[in-house]
């Protein structure tokens, strides 16, 4: 009985959490005017127009644009993000230098650091380089370890290996790259598998940075692109922007459907459980 109940507790909230997504489908296939006036969650009246009619995009530029822009984005912050925080956990984890202790504090200090906090100096950064209006800023710095959790996350699975390894592999003439690039980056492909799959997640859903760096049309990403869809002085496409809303979720949903496994083993080989 009590297994019972457990099921049914979890198959309810498994409802309740889903249910903002099977809505968000079932309106996909709404009319901007239904949306308004049907409360169900079944469609009067279904209708594929609004995938055509969001596809073509909100007047300015298509979203096979922003669909472009989001993914060329992603994969450059996954392969910088896996190539800086792999090499920098190698670096605390396996290599003594003097400060190293220092630099980790320091490191893991920017985790108790709010985003928003270094919006204004970072943007003065890039202001004064010149990569305002260009996909510069949401790129470049995950090739220079900027994600602290990420490395933190590979330090802690660097730590559950055992060092005879390095130090064999040292006796056989190997120096400290040799030994990142041979020994530890092949055993560290789980906690690599969840860096790059969460950074996508991450990237590809991120907003405001987005909102603030990219000032023309044609290079905007998925979540800019659909706030195009609504205005305040007019009329707003919802039915369209939903359409768009579910198409922008697909990649994110074969991700996970695909690397489940690998970000399940990442995460509970790294210590997070």
Same mark, same amino acid.
């Given at each position: 009985m009590?297994?019972?109940?457990?099921h049914?507790?979890?198959?309810?909230?498994l409802?309740?959490?889903?249910?903002?997504l099977v809505w968000?489908?079932?309106?996909?296939?709404?009319?901007?005017?239904?949306i308004?006036q049907?409360v169900?969650l079944?469609?009067a009246?279904?209708?594929?127009?609004?995938?055509?009619e969001?596809w073509?995009g909100?007047?300015v530029?298509?979203?096979?644009?922003?669909?472009r822009n989001?993914?060329?984005?992603a994969?450059?912050?996954?392969a910088?993000?896996?190539?800086?925080?792999?090499?920098?956990?190698y670096?605390?984890?396996?290599l003594?230098?003097r400060?190293?202790t220092?630099c980790?504090?320091?490191?893991?200090?920017?985790?108790?650091?709010p985003k928003?906090?270094?919006?204004?100096p970072?943007y003065?950064i890039?202001?004064?380089?010149? #990569?305002? @209006?260009?996909?510069l800023? !949401? *790129?470049v710095p995950?090739?220079?370890?900027?994600?602290?959790f990420? =490395?933190? %996350?590979?330090v802690q699975?660097?730590?559950?290996l055992p060092?005879e390894?390095d130090?064999?592999a040292a006796v056989?003439g190997?120096?400290?790259?040799?030994?990142?690039?041979?020994?530890?980056?092949p055993l560290?492909k789980?906690?690599?598998a969840?860096?790059a799959?969460?950074?996508?997640?991450?990237? #590809?859903n @991120?907003y405001?940075?987005q !909102? *603030?760096y990219?000032?023309?049309?044609?290079?905007?990403?998925?979540? =800019?692109? %659909?706030?195009m869809?609504?205005?305040?002085?007019?009329g707003s496409?919802?039915g369209p922007?939903?359409?768009?809303?579910?198409v922008?979720?697909l990649?994110?949903f074969?991700l996970?459907?695909?690397?489940q496994r690998?970000l399940?083993?990442?995460i509970?080989?790294t210590?997070?459980k």
């Open positions: 009590k297994n019972r109940l457990a049914v507790v979890i198959v309810g909230t409802m309740v959490m889903l249910y903002p968000m489908v079932m309106t996909a296939f709404k009319s901007t005017a239904e308004a049907n169900s079944l469609p009246d279904p209708t594929f127009g609004n995938f055509v969001g073509d909100a007047g530029e298509s979203f096979g644009t922003y669909l989001s993914t060329v984005i994969l450059l912050a996954v910088g993000n896996v190539i800086s925080c792999s090499l920098a956990a670096a605390f984890a396996r003594s230098f400060g190293r220092l980790f504090t320091l490191t893991i200090g920017m985790l108790l650091l928003d906090v270094l919006l204004i970072q003065s890039f202001h004064a380089l010149g #990569w305002v @209006d260009s996909p800023p !949401l *790129i995950y090739f220079l370890a900027m994600d602290a990420f =490395v933190f %996350l590979n699975f660097l730590r559950g060092r390894l130090e064999a056989d190997c120096g400290a790259f040799r030994r990142y690039w041979y020994i530890t980056l560290l789980p906690a690599l969840t860096t799959i969460f950074t996508f997640i991450w990237t #590809w @991120d405001l940075p !909102l *603030i990219l000032n023309s049309a044609e290079k905007f990403t998925l979540p =800019v692109g %659909l706030r869809f609504l205005d305040a002085t007019a496409d919802l922007m939903t359409a768009m809303s579910v922008s979720l990649p994110l074969l996970f459907m695909f690397f690998r399940v083993q990442g509970a080989t210590g997070l």
